[in-house]
């Protein structure tokens, strides 16, 4: 499995636990690059050191977990009904598009997202937020992380 799909799951796995933490709902920009990420969510605060250390804690935990990562495609219609607009970022999907990748973790996160991912949350080892940054003009936060 390489570092890539590994750190592409854990955006997956550092979304659920923003929302758990912060209550944040949409994503704006994804970023992998070999072990390092980066996921910008839209927020309208600057989160405390202890929420991003319960961000971090949350993530883990669910790693440490080994929940299974579901992937499947479903009529987007289907998606729609049974999860609402969870399944949707900020990127728009065209409304052409009437089949969706999903990739589901249950009780976590769910997103349409066509990329590969890691079977179990368990392979990708351990998540570290490396840093943060709040844009309060843009209200966006920025978490860069390294997964290992």
Not at 83 to 110: A, K, M, Q, R
């Amino acid at each position: 499995m390489s570092d890539e799909v590994r750190a592409h799951t854990a955006l997956h796995v550092l979304k659920g636990a923003a929302v758990e933490v912060l209550g944040v709902k949409w994503t704006s920009g994804v970023s992998v690059n070999d072990s390092h990420g980066r996921l910008t969510l839209q927020l309208d605060r600057k989160p405390t050191e202890d929420e991003m250390r319960r961000v971090e804690d949350a993530a883990n935990r669910v790693i440490t977990e080994d929940v299974g990562v579901e992937e499947m495609v479903m009529g987007r219609a289907e998606a729609e009904e049974r999860w609402g607009d969870l399944v949707y970022d900020l990127f728009p999907i065209p409304e052409s598009v009437t089949e969706l990748s999903i990739c589901h973790i249950p009780g976590w996160n769910v997103n349409a997202c066509n990329r590969e991912h890691c079977s179990s949350t368990g392979k990708i080892g351990s998540l570290t937020i490396s840093k943060y940054r709040y844009r309060a003009n843009k209200g966006v936060l920025e978490i860069s992380f390294d997964v290992g």
